[in-house]
C-alpha cells in the first residue's frame, strides 16, 4: 500500500517548513526537536487522576519515574513503559502523551521509567536501569500501589526493544513475572548487515502472520511497496536513522550480536509473557519487528500482531496527526485489559477530576 493520505500530508508539511533530520543535528539539538515534534503531534493533553513524579533506585543512582495514576484505591495493574528516541533521545516528557492515553483507556497505572541515554551512558545502561526499575516496582508494590501480579512491560521504538530485553533478563534471573509486553515497532535485530525491507526481507516461516485483531488483520507476507525508497527518504525516519542511532548506543558494534540490544538474536524466545507487536508498513523496523513476532510464536508464545498499513515509524505517538495513532493506541489499551484481565470500559465514563502535580 502507499503512504497514508495523512502521512503525504505531514511529508509536505515538513518538506514546507524545511525541518532537517535529527541524525545531521546536535545531540542537543535532536533531543529538543524529538520533544517539540512529539508535542506537536500529539494532540490534546488528556486530563488523568494523578500524574506524579518520582524515583526509584537503579544500577547506577536513583531513576527518574512518572506515574500516571487513574482513580481507584488500592494495588493496580501496572504498564512499566520505556519512551523511544533510539537510546539517544526522548524522556519521561516524550512519552506523557502516550501514558496519559493509555492510563485512562485501559484503564491502568502507567510508570515510566527515566533511564539513562547514549551516547553518555552506551549499552547496557538502558537495559540495567528498565530492568531495575521493573524489578524494583514488583518488590516495593506498595509504595507505588502497583498490582505485582499484573505487570506488564512496554515501549515504543527503542522503548519495545528495552522491554523485549527486559522480558530476557526477567525470565533468565527469575522475575518479576510479567503479565505481558507491548512492543510498538521495536528495534529487535542490531546487525549492520540485518536484511533490508523490500529486498532480502526476512524469510518467511509462516503464511503471514496470525493478526487477531489489528487493522491488517487479513494481511498476507508483504509484498515490495517499494519500501526500500522509504529507507532513503529524509522527511522519514530512514535507515540513516537507524544506524545514527545504533551508533550513539553501541560503542562496540559487536555488541549488536547480544540478544539484549538485539532480542531477534535471542536462540530461546519461550515462555516469555504474551506480547502485542504493533508495526508500520513504511518503517525500516517493519520486518525485524514482524519476524520477531513469528519468532515468538513458533516458540509457543501468545502474540497478537499488528501491522498498520500506510503508516510511518512513529505514528503511534502521535494521534493528533495520523488517526492510525489512535486506533493503535486504542489497540494497546485492548490488549492491555485482556492480559490485566479488566473488563472494557463504558463508553461514556467520565475521567476523574486530576489531582496532584499535572502537567
Known amino acids: 500500500m502507499s ?16 525541518i532537517p533530520p535529527l541524525y545531521t543535528q546536535t545531540l542537543a539539538e535532536a533531543r ?15 486530563p488523568v487522576h494523578e ?17 500516571h495514576r487513574p482513580a481507584g484505591d ?35 497505572q502507567v510508570v515510566t521509567v527515566g533511564y539513562r541515554l547514549a551516547p553518555e551512558h552506551p549499552f547496557p545502561a538502558a537495559v540495567l536501569d528498565c530492568h531495575a526499575a521493573t524489578r524494583w516496582l514488583a518488590e516495593h508494590a506498595v509504595d507505588l500501589g502497583v498490582d505485582p501480579d499484573r505487570l506488564v512491560v512496554g515501549g515504543d521504538s527503542a522503548g519495545g526493544n528495552l522491554a523485549a ?7 533468565a534471573e527469575g522475575g518479576p513475572r510479567l503479565a505481558g509486553q507491548l512492543l510498538v515497532y521495536p528495534n529487535t535485530d542490531q546487525r549492520a548487515d540485518r536484511p533490508r525491507p523490500g529486498r532480502d526481507a526476512y524469510p518467511a516461516t509462516d503464511a503471514g502472520l496470525a493478526r487477531d485483531a489489528g487493522p491488517a488483520a487479513d494481511a498476507a507476507p508483504r509484498a515490495d511497496t517499494g519500501r526500500a525508497d522509504d529507507e532513503q527518504d529524509p522527511l522519514l525516519f530512514n535507515r540513516h536513522s537507524v544506524d545514527w542511532y545504533r551508533g550513539h548506543y553501541l560503542a562496540d558494534p559487536a555488541d549488536a550480536a547480544d540478544p539484549l540490544a538485539s532480542p531477534l538474536l535471542a536462540d530461546d524466545l519461550s515462555g516469555l509473557p504474551p506480547a502485542l507487536v504493533v508495526t508500520a508498513e513504511h518503517d525500516p523496523l517493519c520486518d525485524e ?26 505514528f503511534f505517538a502521535m494521534p493528533g496527526v495520523f488517526d492510525a495513532g489512535r ?33
Open 165 to 171: 530485553a527486559v522480558t530476557l533478563l526477567a525470565r
Open 327 to 359: 486506533r493503535a493506541q486504542d489497540e494497546a489499551a485492548a490488549f492491555l485489559r485482556e492480559v490485566f484481565g479488566l473488563p472494557a470500559p463504558a463508553a461514556d465514563a467520565p475521567v476523574a477530576a486530576p489531582v496532584g502535580d499535572e502537567r
Open 3 to 18: 503512504l497514508d493520505p495523512q502521512v503525504v500530508a505531514y511529508r509536505a508539511a515538513r518538506a514546507g517548513a524545511g
Open 74 to 108: 488500592g494495588p493496580l495493574p501496572t504498564l512499566v513503559y520505556f519512551f523511544g528516541g533510539g537510546w539517544t533521545l526522548g524522556s519521561v516528557e516524550t512519552a506523557d502523551g502516550i501514558c496519559r492515553r493509555l492510563a485512562n483507556a485501559t484503564p491502568c
Open 32 to 46: 529538543a526537536a524529538d520533544l517539540a515534534s512529539i508535542r506537536a503531534g500529539g494532540g490534546d493533553v488528556e
Open 289 to 314: 519487528g514482524e519476524r520477531y513476532a513469528q519468532r515468538l510464536r513458533e516458540a509457543g508464545v501468545p502474540v497478537r500482531a499488528s501491522r498498520y498499513p500506510g503508516m510511518i515509524h512513529g
Open 51 to 67: 500524574v506524579r513524579d518520582t524515583t526509584v533506585p537503579g544500577p547506577a543512582g536513583d531513576l527518574r519515574v512518572r506515574v
